[in-house]
């Protein structure tokens, strides 16, 4: 069974409209994290969260907003989409947000703005 | 500032043979953490090994070893007995102890070939 659930794999969207990106994870850890991959540039640290609040914020733009409803999930909300957001988003999570810890990574969803 | 880099775009090896993969890392903290991950075609992002800058010792998992010199602030990948499955896009990454945002390289290609 897959430990990390990313929903959905591909999401087609036209600019400017808001899509959420869904994660959820079965591994009980505790921290939480989004990551974006796009042709222009390798993986990129967007947020980390841990015990359901951001830790780290490293995305510039407000139109990203991660969602923790669950301990086990964190969402990602983006809206106003643009074709640049265009990328592979991936999340990923460990068992300790200060301790050393290697992130596990989900599927990924591949985002395509027309 | 932070940054990790690899200079081997892309390895072609022969099966069962073994190959290094180069990756430098630029930090000013005193503690941190060097990751390899591996990108299957599908897009799957594996985590490999872990070395902690503290340990002189390399660290070893399977057929995967690291070539850890501190001084010159590198963390090579070695793999040994490749096989054909071992093809993906390769990826060194760095965490600084001071927050958790791993820094990625850009990913080395390596092809095994029969």
């Known amino acids: 069974d897959p430990k990390i659930i990313q929903k959905p794999k591909y999401l087609v969207a036209v600019t400017g409209s808001e899509k959420i990106l869904i994660c959820e994870q079965y591994?009980?850890?505790?921290?939480m994290y989004w990551y974006r991959q796009s042709a222009k540039k390798p993986l990129e640290f967007m947020f980390s969260?841990?015990?359901?609040?951001?830790?780290d914020n490293q995305t510039a733009s407000s139109r990203f907003q991660p969602q923790s409803s669950k301990k086990n999930h964190l969402d990602l909300q983006i809206t106003a989409l643009k074709p640049d957001d265009s990328a592979t988003y991936f999340c990923?999570?460990?068992?300790?947000?200060?301790?050393?810890?290697?992130?596990?990574f989900g599927p990924g969803t591949r985002l395509t703005v027309l | 500032a932070q940054k990790v880099t690899q200079t081997q775009t892309s390895i072609s090896v022969v099966e069962k043979t073994t190959v290094t993969m180069d990756c430098v890392y630029e930090?000013?903290?005193?503690?941190?953490?060097l990751f390899w991950y591996k990108q299957t075609a599908s897009g799957e992002i594996v985590f490999l090994i872990r070395?902690?800058?503290?340990?002189?010792e390399n660290a070893t998992v399977g057929h995967y070893s690291l070539n850890f010199q501190k001084p010159k602030s590198s963390i090579g990948l070695i793999i040994t007995a490749t096989q054909i499955e071992d093809s993906a896009v390769y990826f060194c990454?760095?965490?600084?102890?001071?927050?958790?945002?791993?820094?990625f390289g850009d990913g080395t290609q390596l092809v095994v070939k029969p």
């Open positions: 990923a999570s460990s068992r300790h947000r200060d301790r050393v810890a290697e992130q596990f």
């Open positions: 591994l009980g850890h505790n921290a």
């Open positions: 969260y841990s015990y359901q609040k951001l830790m």
């Open positions: 930090t000013r903290d005193s503690s941190y953490f």
């Open positions: 070395q902690d800058s503290y340990k002189k």
């Open positions: 990454a760095m965490r600084e102890d001071s927050n958790n945002r791993i820094f």
